[in-house]
């Protein structure tokens, strides 16, 4: 039994990304442990590159909800990044979440794998091609193993991902993570 962290990184709640999220938490839940966190109204500031935490054991010096998330990295093996693309990129809210686990840096990483669940509402490659490059440089850069990538693409308006594929190939992806 794998322990999974899904961060939920759209701006709107139950959108197509959350949903997205939900068919991929359905099915690792058969044989893993899931915590999801959902970042929309999470109070989480930008990193200040005040290098407190370096200093402090990985305590940061921005007091807000970012503790709980690093909390939660640190008691979990695979990590699950969902988000819109927004301008080629992450979401601004896990965009957030990725530069403040410079913290986690101080006092090491536990997460071993990732996982890239995105929701595009266009169509064209070249959109989510950016997103996916990000992530898989992220992945290099700390170590992590991908484990997995879902891009789904033209889902523009809210709840469009309904009855698609994309929800199934969700699932089967979180049911072969034993």
Not at 27 to 45: C, D, M, R
Not at 47 to 63: L, T, V
Not at 132 to 149: V, W
């Amino acid at each position: 039994m794998k322990k999974i962290l899904v961060l939920c990184g759209s701006g709107r709640r139950h959108g197509n990304s959350e949903k997205l999220a939900d068919a991929f938490i359905e099915g690792a839940a058969l044989h893993n442990e899931i915590t999801k966190i959902t970042l929309v109204n999470k109070k989480i500031a930008p990193c200040s590159n005040c290098n407190y935490c370096q200093d402090h054991n990985g305590e940061c010096a921005i007091q807000d909800d970012m503790q709980k998330i690093i909390t939660a990295l640190q008691n979990h093996e695979i990590l699950v990044f969902c988000s819109p693309v927004y301008y080629l990129g992450f979401s601004a809210q896990l965009k957030t979440v990725i530069d403040r686990t410079y913290a986690e840096s101080a006092i090491g990483r536990k997460i071993q794998s990732t996982i890239l669940l995105s929701v595009a509402g266009k169509k064209d490659s070249f959109v989510s091609d950016c997103m996916i490059n990000a992530y898989q440089q992220l992945c290099n850069y700390l170590g992590f193993k991908n484990i997995g990538i879902i891009s789904a693409k033209g889902f523009e308006n809210p709840n469009d991902i309904e009855n698609s594929s994309m929800l199934i190939d969700a699932l089967e992806l979180g049911k072969s993570i034993i």
